[in-house]
């Protein structure tokens, strides 16, 4: 069922990073150096709750995947 956290708007949309980054086959570590980034920086993007995320380096995933 729904949890009021998964029906909360207030905050920014979850993003599905974790499966679209599965369904191309790619670790973080992978995902990371196709980005010029870390895995750590892909680590923290995938977490649900993260609200440090930048427009630049979201782009650049989306590129990616």
Sequence with gaps: ???PQAT???GPPALPIV???Q????TQ??????VG??????SRL???DYAGHS??????IAAAL
Excluded: F, H, N, Y
């Design 37 to 42: 980034s870390t895995p750590s920086v892909i």
């Design 55 to 60: 427009r630049s380096m979201l782009r650049r």
């Design 19 to 21: 499966s679209l980054r």
């Design 29 to 34: 570590a992978q995902l990371a150096k196709t």
């Design 1 to 3: 069922g729904l949890t």
């Design 8 to 10: 909360d708007c207030s």
């Design 46 to 48: 995938e977490v649900a």
């Design 23 to 26: 369904q191309a086959g790619l």
